[in-house]
């Protein structure tokens, strides 16, 4: 493994920013029923760039049991500064655990890996890993609304640790399929990802 100095620390910052945003909480609790896939645009504005790195992520949710879950993401971003191209590709798997307060409320716990590997055109490549952990609140006020916010905290082998702080809405315009709007925001970087969930083993309804 090639340790990121320099430009090549992106790895970090991107990891921290851009999976997160792309990987939201899901869970099975009461009536927020559901797993799900997701697909979208993501955007990037980190700390010392001039340019926004951006690029696509897609997200995935399994319920085991009516209370556990299993997730996975992947990014991949990149970004042209000062003439080099960076590039950058993030992986998580995580097992969550929903707590169910009401109905349409879930506080949430969630554990897992982390893993980032990034190149800069001219400097070689690099990658890095390590775990994370986040504490979240999942609501649904209106059949077709949800919101979700989260703190995650990431501890990288070589970059360090950081921690975010995250904004999720989705709006379903069918019973199964929700446009997607996230954020996350930490010392380094601040994210968006816009895109599309789609869901299923979801009544559309509030039993």
């Given at each position: 493994?090639?340790?990121?100095?320099?430009?090549?620390?992106?790895?970090?910052?991107?990891?921290?920013?851009?999976?997160?945003?792309?990987?939201?909480?899901?869970?099975?609790?009461?009536?927020l029923r559901y797993s799900y896939w997701q697909l979208g645009y993501?955007?990037?504005?980190?700390?010392?760039?001039?340019?926004?790195?951006?690029?696509?992520?897609?997200?995935?949710s399994y319920e085991v049991t009516d209370r556990v879950f299993i997730?996975?993401?992947?990014?991949?971003?990149?970004?042209?500064?000062?003439?080099?191209?960076?590039?950058?590709?993030?992986?998580?798997?995580?097992?969550?655990?929903?707590?169910?307060?009401?109905?349409?409320n879930d506080l949430i716990g969630r554990i897992g890996y982390v893993?980032?590997?990034?190149?800069?055109?001219?400097?070689?490549?690099?990658?890095?890993?390590?775990?994370?952990?986040?504490?979240?609140?999942?609501?649904?006020?209106?059949?077709?609304?949800?919101?979700?916010?989260?703190?995650?905290?990431?501890?990288?082998?070589?970059?360090?640790?950081?921690?975010?702080?995250?904004?999720?809405?989705?709006?379903?315009?069918?019973?199964?399929?929700?446009?997607?709007?996230?954020?996350?925001?930490?010392?380094?970087?601040?994210?968006?990802?816009?895109?599309?969930?789609?869901?299923?083993?979801?009544?559309?309804?509030?039993?």
């Amino acid at each position: 493994m090639t340790n990121l100095h320099g430009p090549k620390k992106l790895a970090a910052l991107i990891a921290t920013g851009a999976m997160f945003a792309a990987v939201p909480f899901a869970a099975q609790a009461d009536s927020l029923r559901y797993s799900y896939w997701q697909l979208g645009y993501v955007g990037v504005d980190v700390d010392g760039l001039s340019d926004q790195v951006d690029g696509w992520a897609v997200g995935l949710s399994y319920e085991v049991t009516d209370r556990v879950f299993i997730d996975a993401g992947y990014t991949d971003v990149g970004a042209t500064e000062a003439g080099i191209d960076i590039d950058e590709q993030d992986l998580s798997l995580g097992v969550g655990y929903a707590y169910p307060i009401s109905p349409n409320n879930d506080l949430i716990g969630r554990i897992g890996y982390v893993r980032a590997e990034g190149e800069v055109e001219g400097f070689g490549s690099g990658s890095d890993d390590g775990y994370a952990l986040g504490v979240g609140w999942r609501t649904r006020p209106l059949d077709a609304i949800e919101f979700e916010a989260a703190v995650n905290y990431v501890d990288l082998s070589d970059a360090g640790d950081t921690t975010s702080f995250g904004l999720g809405a989705f709006w379903y315009f069918t019973p199964q399929v929700a446009l997607a709007v996230s954020g996350a925001y930490n010392d380094d970087a601040t994210s968006y990802l816009i895109g599309v969930r789609g869901t299923w083993g979801r009544t559309g309804s509030r039993d």
